[in-house]
């Protein structure tokens, strides 16, 4: 009962942020990732390397494609496989630089459900910066 | 009904995450801000800054309680002013770095707004997280 009086006060109160027709520029922007724990399991750059890593068959032909270091992309791919059930990349090891590499099951399934929630997200943005300034719920 | 059904096969194709119980660990996160046009208008740091104005009565003041620079506060001030269609901080002029600053009712608004989308948004990435590495759409 406090609670919904409080809300209605503040909804009769609250003029938005003022947003005239004129502003249609103003948007709710943000960024996505998945943690395990308190490490970042999945994000943006990582879906993106895992599908170079689909594309060139090796870690470093990946990097390179992305102008990242070898290093930094096989600790990233490490750090992946570390925290998920399962490994998403299988590295084969042996010569320099190791062998080839290629994704698993579970490297596919995390990037089909990495773009999905990122096309929810955008979505969810979308309907947010419809209702800026609107003062909406 | 049809909700139902579609729910159910999602769930057999997709392997998801491969993630099992004892995952329970694996979280959405992410960030939040709002644009104007190509630029940043309000972010977490901008929000805070404008509630320790309101409650330092400064840009100077406020800067200082959160290890900000003056001149980085004030031009984040000035950024926010120029981008909204009324300043959110009314600065007062005079004196070495200036007089003190006041929070505008646009400025209280922009607050008010930030956080109950922030708020949306938390409940969003519960939801899901929840749904992780089950398939569920």
């Known amino acids: ?9 503040t909804e009769r109160r609250t003029p938005g942020l003022g947003v005239s027709p004129h502003l ?10 998945i943690e395990s724990g308190d490490e970042t399991f999945l ?3 990582r879906i993106v390397l895992l599908e170079r890593i689909r594309e060139h068959g090796s870690i470093s032909a990946a990097a390179r494609s992305m102008e990242m270091s070898y290093r930094h992309a096989w600790a990233l791919c490490d750090a992946m496989n570390q925290l998920a059930p399962k490994p998403l990349v299988e590295m084969a090891t042996g010569g320099h630089r190791g062998g080839g590499a290629k994704l698993t099951a579970t490297g596919e399934a995390a990037i089909a459900e990495f773009w999905r929630l990122a096309q929810e997200f955008r979505l969810w943005l979308a309907k947010r910066s419809l209702r800026l300034g609107k003062g909406a719920k």
């Open 24 to 33: 249609a520029g103003l948007r709710v922007s943000g960024r996505l990732w």
């Open 1 to 9: 009962m406090v609670h919904r009086h409080r809300r209605q006060k």
């Open 43 to 45: 994000s943006w750059g």
